[in-house]
Each structure stands twice: as structure tokens, then as C-alpha cells.
């Protein structure tokens, strides 16, 4: 879900990890002129907690059950703001690894979990230039990023057919065909989850499928339909997203209703702020959520392209109910024209259904891509793969083509990023694996 930061970062309750301690593999330290960050190799995840001391300044870094040898920090120098890495065993069976600092900065940690070749890591990073007041509380935070979460609703259902074709197809029942492709494919990607607002055919009110979205606090909406008009012909897909004028009017709604929701915009509430500051709220997160929503919808219909014509090759905007939650980007497409014979045949097969799903989810993953919310899995991946390029050694029997579909990259842009011309690949060769296409 989208969310609006208005205070700083909620302390997590420290979790033990079960099972036998952690060994620390290995430590790093590199970065760049604008960011160094300390990267610790570890057997199994581990909750940790990081705080800044003063006088001298220092970063210290605790890992709960866990273990170090002595030389596991050999030949780490110093780099950026860190002069020295310090590390030891503690008697509670955490380890201690100290950062001296030649002066304050911020420090931010996550872990991640093994890709390809590499392990777990615990990864710290210090923004050059960024200085964090000392003493500042301990931070524990979770083994693993979360999972990002889509929302697909399935457009009418149950006494609610939506439109009808001329040969009887029924919008509901295709629609929500296309969402259940849509949700394998989403089920699939490492970092995304998918949520079906119905998974057969039964009624649900517009804003019970917006609830149901926020519930699972989702971070993306899409609504999937078909569309019709009187005139046969017209053919292709559509994407839209929130109106200006829908916009204000759900404020509206929001802020007259404010007094009986504990939980409206992102985890921050409104009943107890006055008129003047929940609205001020209220427009900054509609105001994100709705330039999100025009980014995503951009990437789809973009991609739907591909899968066939496009009624309106532009994002329309609209006021359609179901787009109207203030704190998830939310996006409709119509898939196709339901009254047009020909598009309603498609519409019926599961070739083209596969072509709706495989298009959508493209624009979805191109987004997140390069829009991943903090804290989630894609965006760990993404920060840590500056530093850590994943690199894949060539084994018997393997094919370029197979090595590009495992690690979901384009194959020509696997051959680039080699200098490989053609397909002819030995057994021991290091590829070095480049960010996923999205394509």
C-alpha cells in the first residue's frame, strides 16, 4: 500500500531467530562517493538491531545468535566515513561489529535472501553527508523484505453480469478469467503476492472491493473489465485512472466520515487531527496515489500494445468508484470491447486471455522495477545488486536462452552485458547477470 510518512520509523519488537546460531561467512566494505556500505555474508538470516553512539562517533551493529571468527574481518579497511571495522563475540551469543566513523552520519540495514550464487546478506549503508543525531534508539528489523501486493479485482460477478456480448459471453465471467491468469503470473515473481478481491461468481459493492484491497493493505489496485458501446466497431484496450474531480469528491467523503475511521490514509489517522491538517493529510496522499496510478497505468497500457489494439493509446481519467481509495495506486483497464464480435471471441479464448495477463503484468513488473517501495524485497534486491552483481558459472548441458529465463533477463540483453555475439556459451564460463529487463 501506499503509504504517507508522517512520523519517523515505528521500533520493531525484537525476534530470535530458532535454530543454532549464525555463522558470519564473510565482510565487505565498498561503496561510492555518495554511499558507503558494509556487507556482511551470513549462513542464515538473523534479526538485528543498529544504533549510532558519539564521542567518538561510531555505528554499532548487533547480530542476535550469531558467529565470528577473528579473521573473517581481515584485509577490511577502511572506506568513505568508516575508518575502522571492529567486531567480537558477545557472552548473550550476539555479535558486535563496530563502525568508527570520522564523523556522524545515517545509517539504514536490511537483509536479503539468497539469489543465484549468493547467500544470505546483511547489508548497512551510510549515506555520505547525511549526519543522524548520536544515541539515536536501537532499530531491530525482520529477516526478509515483504512482499509486494496487488490487488485484482474481477470487475461485476454474481447478479451483477456487467456487459454481454453479442454471442451471450458475459464480462464477468471472462474478466475474471483474466485475473486469475493475472494472479499466477504475479504468484510467480519473487517479491510480488497476488490478491484476488473474488475468486468465483458472487456480488460485490464497489467500495467492499476497495475494503477488501486495503485490508491486505495492497500496493497496487487493478481492476480488470471489458468494454462495450453501441457502435460494433470499436475495438481495443483502455486504461484509466482517477479523475481530478473523483478525487475530490472521495476527499470530501473522507474527511466528512473522518470522525468514525481509526485507519484511513497509509496507517495514519484523521479523527484526531483538526479540519485544516487532515485535509492538508488527506491531499498529499490522494496526490501521490494518483501520479503512482498514472506511472503504472502508463507502463500498461504501453504494454497492452503488444497484445493486440489500443482503443486510446493515452491514460484516460475517470471517476469510477472502485479507483477512488486515497492511499493505493489504483488503475482499470478494459481489456477489450465485448460488443464487438470479433474482440468477444478473443476475449473467449485462453491464448488471448494469456497475451491480457502476460501484457498487464509487464507494465506491473516495468513499474516496480524502478518504483519498488522501501523496505520491500524487489527494492532490497535491487539496492544490493549495485554492489553485489549476480554472476551465474556455465554448468554442463546449459543453454543461453534457459540461463536468461531462470534469472528473468532479456537474452539479448544477457548477451550485451557478456560481449557474447550469438549463442555459443562453455562449461566454467562466469556470466555476469544484469537487472531484469521487465521485459
Do not use: C
Not at 215 to 244: M, P, Q
Request: no cysteine; aromatic share 4%.
Amino acid at each position: 500500500m501506499f503509504r504517507l510518512v508522517i512520523l519517523a520509523v515505528a521500533l520493531l519488537p525484537v525476534g530470535a531467530i530458532a535454530g543454532a546460531a549464525a555463522e558470519i561467512e564473510g565482510v565487505r566494505l565498498d561503496g561510492n562517493v555518495a554511499n558507503t556500505r558494509l556487507v556482511v555474508e551470513l549462513t542464515t538470516p538473523v534479526s538485528h538491531t543498529l544504533f549510532a553512539l558519539e564521542n567518538p562517533p561510531r555505528i554499532v551493529l548487533d547480530l542476535h545468535q550469531a558467529h565470528v571468527r577473528g579473521d573473517r574481518l581481515q584485509g577490511v579497511t577502511g572506506h568513505g566515513p568508516v575508518t575502522r571495522v571492529r567486531s567480537a563475540n558477545r557472552d548473550n551469543g550476539d555479535v558486535r561489529i563496530v563502525l568508527d566513523l570520522s564523523s556522524p552520519t545515517r545509517a539504514r540495514s536490511f537483509l536479503v535472501p539468497p539469489d543465484g550464487h549468493l547467500g544470505h546478506r546483511l547489508v548497512v549503508d551510510l549515506p555520505v553527508g547525511q549526519a543522524k543525531g548520536a544515541g539515536a534508539p536501537a532499530k531491530t528489523v525482520a529477516p526478509e523484505g515483504r512482499d509486494l501486493v496487488v490487488a485484482i479485482d474481477a470487475g461485476h460477478g454474481g447478479k451483477d453480469p456487467g456487459a454481454m456480448g453479442r454471442g451471450g459471453t458475459r464480462e464477468k465471467d471472462v474478466v475474471l478469467q483474466i485475473a486469475k491468469r493475472l494472479a499466477a503470473r504475479i504468484d510467480a515473481e519473487p517479491g510480488m503476492r497476488a490478491y484476488l478481491t473474488r475468486d468465483g461468481d458472487y456480488f460485490l459493492a464497489l467500495r467492499q472491493r476497495m475494503d477488501r484491497a486495503r485490508a491486505r493493505r495492497a500496493d497496487l489496485f487493478v481492476s480488470i473489465h471489458a468494454d462495450a458501446f453501441k457502435n460494433r466497431k470499436a475495438r481495443g484496450s483502455s486504461v484509466y485512472v482517477l479523475s481530478t474531480k473523483g478525487a475530490t469528491d472521495e476527499a470530501a467523503r473522507w474527511l466528512a466520515e473522518k470522525e468514525n475511521s481509526a485507519d484511513l490514509v497509509g496507517g495514519v489517522t484523521l479523527d484526531d487531527k483538526d479540519q485544516m491538517l487532515a485535509s492538508v493529510l488527506l491531499d498529499l496522499s490522494q496526490s501521490a496515489a494518483i501520479d503512482a496510478s498514472a506511472q503504472v497505468a502508463d507502463r500498461v497500457i504501453g504494454s497492452l500494445a503488444t497484445a493486440g489494439p489500443v482503443h486510446r493509446k493515452d491514460v484516460q481519467r475517470a471517476g469510477f468508484l472502485v479507483l477512488k481509495s486515497p492511499d493505493i495506486p489504483s488503475i482499470l483497464v478494459e481489456t477489450a470491447f465485448i460488443s464487438n464480435p470479433s474482440e468477444e471471441k478473443l476475449l473467449k479464448s485462453g491464448r488471448h486471455q494469456d497475451l491480457l495477463a502476460s501484457a498487464i503484468m509487464q507494465g506491473i513488473r516495468g513499474y516496480f522495477r524502478d518504483n519498488a517501495p522501501p523496505g520491500s524485497l524487489i527494492a532490497m534486491r535491487q539496492s544490493v545488486q549495485a554492489v553485489d552483481p549476480v554472476q551465474h558459472v556455465i554448468a554442463r548441458g546449459e543453454t543461453l536462452s534457459g540461463i536468461a529465463s531462470r534469472y528473468r533477463v532479456d537474452l539479448n540483453d544477457l548477451r550485451q552485458h557478456n560481449g557474447i555475439k550469438g549463442d555459443r556459451i562453455r562449461i566454467g564460463q562466469v556470466l555476469s547477470i544484469p537487472r531484469a529487463s521487465g521485459s
